[in-house]
């Protein structure tokens, strides 16, 4: 099974929840949030009220990616306010083995990032852990950008580990992905999908970008 998840970067905010509404009715049940501390990444987004405010108006799977410096300071924030999946980057993590179970342990899931820069391999001693590996397919910080060529390469080796290590776990893709790239990153292994321009700045809406998307999967 293959998986949109709309990324509300890209969203008119002045409509967040309008936004939202459409891309649940025209069938996706995940949303990802990205969260930028302008330190890991140099750019600043929303934090955990944001999620506080969508968690009432739907029910969809909500992920949230931490592009940030110190996930563990923020973690607890996402959880409380109905985060279903908290994603932290390997690079800025010694050992994520203890903020992973400590996500657990408060009740939801758990995922890593690693940028277009950092090898697949140092997700081998996580994947036991993990419930998504996330193979970026841009320079993470801004949406908008060009679907790196040299992703499907990389998503072909973590779909590899991912069979070795735990197959369960889910390979999610982010960054330039839309109706031109979603097939090399599928055919690549990967079977989340992360799309912002993609489905919030289609030329023909929301709903139209969705139901184009799901026609190609
Ligand atoms: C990049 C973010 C992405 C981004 C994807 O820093 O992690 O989630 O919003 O946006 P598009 O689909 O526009 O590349
Ligand atoms: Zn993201």
Same mark, same amino acid.
Request: proline share 7%; aromatic share 6%.
């Given at each position: 099974?293959?998986?949109?998840?709309?990324?509300?970067?890209?969203?008119?905010?002045?409509?967040? *929840?309008?936004?939202?509404?459409?891309?649940?009715?025209?069938?996706?049940?995940?949303?990802?949030?990205?969260?930028?501390?302008?330190?890991?990444?140099?750019?600043?987004?929303?934090?955990?009220?944001?999620?506080?405010?969508?968690?009432?108006?739907?029910?969809?799977?909500?992920?949230?990616?931490?592009?940030?410096?110190?996930?563990?300071?923020?973690?607890?924030?996402?959880?409380?306010?109905?985060?279903?999946?908290?994603?932290? $980057?390997?690079?800025?993590?010694?050992?994520?083995?203890?903020?992973?179970?400590?996500?657990?342990?408060?009740?939801?899931?758990?995922?890593?990032?690693?940028?277009?820069?950092?090898?697949?391999?140092?997700?081998?001693?996580?994947?036991?852990?993990?419930?998504?590996?996330?193979?970026?397919?841009?320079?993470?910080?801004?949406? *908008?950008?060009?679907?790196?060529?040299?992703?499907?390469?990389?998503?072909?080796?973590?779909?590899?580990?991912?069979?070795?290590?735990?197959?369960?776990?889910?390979?999610?893709?982010?960054? *330039?992905?839309?109706?031109?790239?979603?097939?090399?990153?599928?055919?690549?292994?990967?079977?989340?999908?992360?799309?912002?321009?993609?489905?919030?700045?289609?030329?023909?809406?929301?709903?139209?970008?969705?139901?184009?998307? $799901?026609?190609?999967?």
């Amino acid at each position: 099974m293959i998986y949109l998840s709309p990324s509300i970067l890209a969203a008119d905010f002045s409509k967040l *929840g309008a936004q939202v509404a459409e891309a649940e009715s025209a069938g996706v049940t995940r949303l990802h949030v990205d969260v930028m501390d302008g330190h890991f990444v140099p750019n600043l987004s929303m934090g955990a009220v944001v999620v506080e405010g969508l968690r009432p108006i739907t029910k969809l799977f909500i992920e949230v990616h931490l592009m940030v410096e110190e996930p563990a300071k923020f973690t607890p924030a996402f959880i409380d306010k109905g985060a279903d999946l908290v994603i932290v $980057h390997q690079e800025v993590l010694e050992d994520a083995r203890p903020l992973l179970s400590d996500i657990k342990k408060r009740g939801i899931k758990t995922g890593m990032a690693i940028n277009p820069n950092t090898p697949v391999e140092t997700l081998v001693p996580y994947l036991p852990l993990l419930d998504l590996a996330l193979c970026m397919t841009v320079f993470p910080g801004f949406g *908008g950008q060009a679907f790196l060529p040299y992703s499907p390469e990389r998503i072909g080796k973590l779909r590899q580990l991912i069979e070795e290590h735990n197959p369960q776990c889910d390979l999610e893709v982010d960054g *330039g992905i839309d109706a031109n790239t979603v097939g090399l990153a599928t055919r690549a292994g990967a079977n989340v999908l992360v799309i912002g321009t993609g489905i919030f700045r289609h030329p023909r809406g929301i709903g139209a970008a969705v139901r184009e998307l $799901h026609d190609l999967l």
